[in-house]
């Protein structure tokens, strides 16, 4: 399995809320919230981080460091997710209760990677950077003291952000990425990569469109500070000095 977070949570969800997943429209929240970021979004690419692994030339510490820092936000979302699970009517609000327990069952599959592979059983066994530590947090403050629907706006990212960098940068000149070819196209596999990112957005479009309460401004800021933190993840990737996320014995 690659490592990566934008792995889709698809094959999860219930047969009569999966169907076809249509693109959203360009004047839908997902979109015009994306275009308000688009300048993060193009910082993101152009990280010493991301530039380095399609060169090549990324130093495999840093590429193992990162790795280790994306386990303890992995498994904090778990508990997030979790908890926004319980905060559900399932009854009232079976869609948004699926999609939840979704997103949740598929972070549970993604971090059994990383107790298989690199032995990280929990995220009380990574010393996190501050800006990971916060990122997480930024997630569970939504849940805690928001309406469910604003932990998927949170979570958005993950999804579109990643396949999106990887579209541009597998399509740019000088792609040369040798061993972390299998990285980006783990991330950007064609339209289909996009799927879980357009799930939420489509749904967020329908919960306005049935007079659900929705306020964009809010979920806007949430959104954006969700982009901020991936800006800063991938900053701090390629500075080993802010790579304390070490795992414990």
């Not at 990324?58 to 319980?86: E, I, K, M």
């Not at 993604?110 to 990280?120: E, K, R």
């Amino acid at each position: 399995m690659f490592l990566t977070r934008s792995s889709s949570f698809l094959e999860f969800l219930p047969t009569n809320f999966a169907g076809d997943i249509p693109e959203p429209s360009d004047n839908s929240f997902f979109y015009r919230v994306f275009n308000l970021n688009i300048e993060t979004a193009n910082q993101v690419v152009n990280t010493p981080y991301l530039q380095a692994m399609k060169r090549g030339e990324l130093d495999p510490q840093y590429y193992g460091c990162l790795t280790v820092l994306d386990s303890y936000y992995c498994y904090n979302a778990v508990d997030t997710l979790n908890s926004l699970l319980c905060k559900v009517d399932q009854s009232k609000y079976p869609g948004l209760y699926a999609l939840i327990k979704a997103n949740l069952d598929s972070y549970k599959r993604y971090n059994a990677t990383f107790l298989q592979d690199w032995h990280i059983r929990q995220s009380d066994n990574v010393t996190p950077t501050d800006t990971m530590r916060n990122y997480a947090k930024h997630e569970q403050n939504v849940m805690c003291y928001s309406d469910p629907i604003y932990t998927l706006v949170a979570y958005i990212p993950c999804y579109f952000l990643w396949p999106w960098f990887s579209q541009k940068i597998i399509e740019s000149s000088g792609y040369h990425p040798g061993v972390y070819d299998n990285w980006f196209r783990g991330n950007y596999y064609g339209e289909d990569s996009y799927k879980s990112a357009w799930k939420l957005g489509n749904f967020i479009e329908e919960w306005e469109q049935q007079g659900n309460s929705f306020n964009e401004t809010k979920a806007s800021e949430i959104y954006r500070t969700s982009m901020q933190y991936e800006l800063a993840v991938f900053t701090e990737a390629f500075n080993p000095s802010s790579m304390a996320g070490i795992v414990k014995k």
